[in-house]
């Protein structure tokens, strides 16, 4: 079965605080896709980030990073010094390369940035 | 190279009424999916098409919903006689291939049912 949990619903920062937003899937696919995307209250969905079974590689872009860890099937993203702007729900969501490619989508984590 | 496009961005219905929301992938595109998010929650999928073929509807409500993709024109997912639980955001997606993982999502169809 595919699943994302995103256990934390609600998190509030003050401004210039690093945040980290957990998600942790669970697959049966050997090859699969881990995304996180942020969705602001215009409520389009913005990608963030892909990245695949095979690149355990941690990235960094700009304030935003991932930590990919298999062993313990996570995919961390941390904000560093964090804007009012970061202010949205992010998602974390799976693909798995034998269920047709639909997407697995977390609850979402609501993040607040206090100015 | 246009995104994904979907249109109406919001649309408003009465009980009982049908809503048809339609979806325009990005070109070159032949995979669209349908997705659902009810208000504070994640996206859930509904529908995958290929042109002309619905390949997984797993998560379409068993009635009052249908989704199409034609040879020419939008995919468009029709609801019939809506209920105040249908309203809800409808996100689609458009891939190129089937092997990669990549969904480009359109901005939302923002439903609402009075």
């Known amino acids: 079965a595919q699943k994302v949990t995103q256990a934390q619903t609600e998190i509030s920062v003050v401004e210039k605080e690093d945040v980290t937003l957990d998600c942790v899937y669970e697959?049966?696919?050997?090859?699969?896709?881990l995304f996180w995307y942020k969705q602001p209250p215009s409520g389009e969905l913005v990608f963030l980030i892909r990245?695949?079974?095979?690149?355990?590689q941690n990235e960094i872009s700009g304030r935003y990073s991932w930590n990919f860890q298999k062993s313990t099937s996570s995919f961390n993203f941390t904000i560093t010094a964090s804007q009012v702007v970061d202010s949205a729900v992010y998602f974390c969501?799976?693909?798995?390369?034998?269920?047709?490619?639909?997407?697995?989508f977390g609850t979402g984590t609501s993040l607040t940035v206090i100015p | 190279n246009a995104g994904v496009m979907q249109n109406p961005r919001h649309l408003v219905r009465r009980r009982g009424q049908e809503a048809r929301l339609r979806c325009s992938p990005m070109k070159g595109h032949s995979h669209v999916y349908w997705y659902r998010q009810l208000p504070e929650e994640g996206l859930k999928f509904m529908v995958y098409l290929q042109k002309e073929n619905i390949i997984d509807e797993s998560g379409m409500p068993k009635e009052r919903f249908s989704a199409e993709f034609p040879k020419e024109g939008p995919s468009i997912l029709r609801i019939q006689q809506v209920v105040r639980g249908d309203s809800a955001a409808y996100f689609c997606?458009?891939?190129?291939?089937?092997?990669?993982?990549?969904?480009?999502f359109g901005p939302g169809t923002r439903l609402t049912v009075l």
């Open positions: 969501a799976l693909s798995g390369q034998n269920t047709g490619n639909q997407f697995y």
């Open positions: 990245r695949n079974s095979f690149d355990e």
């Open positions: 997606a458009s891939s190129e291939r089937l092997a990669d993982g990549e969904q480009f």
């Open positions: 697959t049966r696919d050997t090859t699969y896709y």
